[in-house]
C-alpha cells in the first residue's frame, strides 16, 4: 500500500484487567503502523487503569487514555461514542477489552476498503477463543463463528440486515469490523439508550441499512470466552439467551422496528424477516404451542414407523411434509441411471425446453427485424411470425442461422462465436442464442461477440443451463460449462450495462431431479414447473440489449 491512512482503534474498559494488556499488545504489534489507539475506562476500580494509563504515557503520539467526568460507569455505546469523537482517522476499528487482533488484521482490511471506494465497512469470520487458557481440552473448542452468506461478496442495502434476523448466530463480532469513519458520523454512532447488550447490533443495522458492505472469508480477531464476559453475565441473570426469547433481543427489535420505521424503508423481505423474530414476543403463548408442536413432532419420529409418518404428515402437510430420517420412500426414483438418456425427449418435451419457449413466447415482440440463430430456425419461425394488426406486417426481415462448422444446409453463416470475425458487426435486431454458450470453452469471447454483432438497440435472448446432466455422445465431449444466474450476471456486465440485462432463473428442486432423471414437462404439473427457488436453477434466461450509443 503506497499510503497508510490513519486508523482509530476504540477500546471501552470496565475492570478487565486479566486482559487489556493483551488487547493492547495485539495493537501495538500490527503489521500497519498508521493507527491510533483510545482507551475509554467505563469506571474501572481494579488496575485496568493504570495499565491502559501506562501503555498512554508509553506511547503518548498513539494511544490515549480518556474517561468519564467523575470517573463514572455510562456503558459500553457511551464510552464507546466518546473514543469515536475524539478519533481522526479515516477507518474506525472497534476492540473489547477482552478480545484480540490478529497481527495483520488492519493491514489487510484497510487494503480492501481503500480498493473499494463504494464500500462502507468489511468484516470476516471471527475466532471463538477458548484456548486462551491454555488448558489442552480448550484448543479442540475454538471455532470460527459462521458467516451465513456467501464470503468474498459486496452486499447492498439492506440485505445483511434481513439475513441477520433470518439466521440466527451470524452477526459479526465488534471486534471483527473496520468502518469508515464517514459512514460512522453519518449514521449517528452507537445509540446511548441501549448499553449492554445488543448495543452493536444496533450500530451494525444502522450501518448495514446505510452503506454497502464486503464480507470476507478471512479471520482477523478473536473473540475470547469467558464467564466474565457480558454476554456470560447475561446469560447468567438471565437477560439474554442465545436461542431463545428474551428481554434484551426483545428490547432490541423494538429498537429496529421504530428505526426502519423512520427511515421509511420499505423493503418487503426485510420487514418479512422483522415480523418472524418479533412473533415469539407479539404471541408468546402460540409461541410456546408451536414449541410444544415441534417437540412432540421429535419425539413422533422417534417412535413411529416410516410409512405411518409418510400417510399422517402428506395428509396433513402436503409438500411441507420432511421425513425423518430412514422413512424417505424413493419409490421409482430408487435407481443410478436416468429414466431418459436424452434429456428426456424420448418421453415428452425436455423441463429446460418449457423454460426456454416460455421466455421466448415472453419476448416475442423482441424477435423482429434481422434475426441471427444457432443451428437452424426453429425458434426464429416459431416466435417471429407476424404482427397482429390490420396488414399483418411480418415482424421478421432477414433470418440467418450461424453453424460452426460447414455442411449444415440452413446455415447462412459458418463462424465460432469465440473467434467469429467472419460475423458481420452491428448487423443483428436480434440473436436467438439457446443453450449453446455451455459447449464454448471461451464464453468470455463469445459474449463479448454476441455484443459486437448485435445492432445498437439490438437484443440478444439467450439461454443456459444450470443444474444438467451433459448430455449423450452427441454433447458429453463439447459440454464445457453450467452456470448460476451470478456467473451470468459477472459475464454479461463486461460487455452490456447492468440495467440493460433481465436475468431470470427457473427450476426447484423437484424439477431439477426429474430433469436428471430424464423425466419430461407432459409429467410434471404446470405449478410444479412454474414455482422458482433459485437455489435449485435449472435454466437461466437472459435479456441482454445492446445501448443505443457505445
Known amino acids: 500500500m503506497k499510503s497508510q491512512p490513519l486508523v482509530s482503534v476504540i477500546t471501552p474498559f470496565l475492570n478487565t484487567e486479566k486482559f487489556i494488556q493483551e488487547a493492547i499488545e495485539s495493537v501495538v504489534t500490527q503489521s500497519y503502523k498508521n493507527w491510533e489507539l483510545f482507551l475509554i475506562d467505563d469506571g474501572s476500580s481494579d488496575k485496568s487503569t493504570a495499565i491502559a494509563q501506562e501503555y498512554a504515557d508509553l506511547y503518548p503520539e498513539k494511544v490515549y487514555y480518556l474517561d468519564h467526568d467523575g470517573h463514572q460507569n455510562r456503558g459500553k455505546s457511551t464510552s464507546r461514542n466518546l473514543g469515536i469523537s475524539k478519533a481522526k482517522g479515516k477507518y474506525i476499528a472497534f476492540l473489547d477489552a477482552d478480545d484480540v487482533f490478529l497481527p495483520q488484521k488492519l493491514e489487510q482490511q484497510v487494503a480492501i476498503l481503500e480498493s473499494q471506494p463504494e464500500t462502507g465497512m468489511i468484516y470476516g469470520p471471527t475466532q471463538h477463543w477458548h484456548s486462551w487458557t491454555g488448558q489442552q481440552e480448550d484448543y479442540q473448542?475454538?471455532?470460527?463463528?459462521?458467516?451465513?452468506?456467501?464470503?468474498?461478496?459486496?452486499?447492498?442495502?439492506?440485505?445483511?440486515?434481513?439475513?441477520?434476523?433470518?439466521?440466527?448466530?451470524?452477526?459479526?463480532?465488534?471486534?471483527?469490523?473496520?468502518?469508515?469513519?464517514?459512514?460512522?458520523?453519518?449514521?449517528?454512532?452507537?445509540?446511548?439508550?441501549?448499553?449492554?447488550?445488543?448495543e452493536d447490533q444496533v450500530l451494525l443495522a444502522k450501518i448495514c441499512l446505510h452503506?454497502?458492505?464486503?464480507?470476507?472469508?478471512?479471520c482477523w480477531d478473536r473473540y475470547r470466552q469467558h464467564s466474565e464476559s457480558s454476554c456470560s453475565q447475561a446469560i447468567q441473570t438471565g437477560k439474554y439467551h442465545p436461542l431463545k426469547p428474551n428481554p434484551a433481543h426483545q428490547?432490541?427489535?423494538?429498537?429496529?422496528?421504530?428505526?426502519?420505521?423512520e427511515q421509511k424503508i420499505q423493503d418487503a423481505e426485510l420487514w418479512n424477516a422483522l415480523e418472524k423474530a418479533l412473533y415469539p414476543y407479539h404471541h408468546p403463548m402460540l409461541h410456546f404451542l408451536l414449541r410444544v408442536k415441534k417437540k412432540l413432532a421429535q419425539i413422533a419420529r422417534k417412535k413411529f414407523p416410516g410409512f405411518l409418518h409418510r400417510f399422517v404428515g402428506t395428509q396433513f402437510l402436503g409438500d411441507k411434509y420432511i421425513p425423518p430420517t430412514g422413512a424417505?420412500?424413493?419409490?421409482?426414483?430408487?435407481?443410478?441411471?436416468?429414466m431418459s438418456q436424452a434429456f428426456g425427449y424420448d418421453r415428452g418435451q425436455p423441463v429446460d425446453r418449457y423454460y426456454i419457449e416460455n421466455f421466448l413466447a415472453h419476448y416475442q415482440e423482441d424477435i423482429r427485424g434481422r434475426v441471427l440463430e444457432v443451428g437452424d430456425d426453429n425458434y426464429t419461425r416459431q416466435f417471429g411470425g407476424y404482427v397482429a394488426s390490420i396488414d399483418s406486417i411480418q415482424r421478421i426481415t432477414q433470418s440467418d442461422v450461424l453453424h460452426v462448422t460447414k455442411g449444415n444446409p440452413k446455415a447462412t453463416i459458418v463462424g465460432d462465436l469465440a473467434c467469429g470475425d467472419n460475423i458481420p458487426s452491428n448487423s443483428?435486431?436480434?440473436?436467438?442464442l439457446t443453450h449453446t454458450i455451455q459447449i464454448i470453452y471461451d464464453v468470455r469471447a463469445a459474449i463479448k461477440t454476441v455484443h459486437r454483432i448485435l445492432k445498437p438497440g439490438g437484443v440478444a435472448l439467450v439461454t443456459v443451463p444450470g443444474i444438467s446432466h451433459i448430455g449423450d455422445y452427441q454433447w458429453a465431449d463439447y459440454w464445457c460449462w453450467s452456470f448460476t444466474a451470478l456467473s451470468v450476471k459477472r459475464l454479461f456486465e463486461?460487455?452490456?450495462?447492468?440495467?440493460n440485462l433481465q436475468i431470470e432463473t427457473h427450476g426447484n428442486v423437484l424439477v431439477a431431479n426429474a430433469f436428471l432423471y430424464g423425466i419430461a414437462t407432459e409429467e410434471l404439473r404446470q405449478e410444479e414447473l412454474d414455482y422458482c427457488d433459485r437455489n435449485y436453477q435449472v435454466t437461466i434466461t437472459i435479456k441482454a440489449v445492446k445501448p443505443h450509443t457505445v
Open 328 to 338: 424417505v420412500d424413493f419409490g421409482s426414483l430408487r435407481r443410478v441411471t436416468p
Open 428 to 432: 443483428f435486431d436480434c440473436f436467438i
Open 251 to 261: 428490547i432490541y427489535l423494538n429498537w429496529l422496528q421504530k428505526y426502519i420505521t
Open 494 to 499: 463486461e460487455f452490456f450495462p447492468a440495467e
Open 141 to 198: 473448542r475454538d471455532n470460527m463463528r459462521p458467516l451465513g452468506v456467501q464470503p468474498n461478496t459486496l452486499f447492498h442495502p439492506p440485505s445483511l440486515i434481513t439475513q441477520y434476523l433470518k439466521i440466527a448466530g451470524i452477526v459479526p463480532c465488534t471486534c471483527g469490523l473496520l468502518v469508515r469513519r464517514e459512514v460512522i458520523k453519518a449514521v449517528g454512532g452507537f445509540d446511548d439508550t441501549i448499553q449492554h447488550m445488543f
Open 211 to 218: 452503506t454497502p458492505v464486503y464480507v470476507d472469508s478471512s
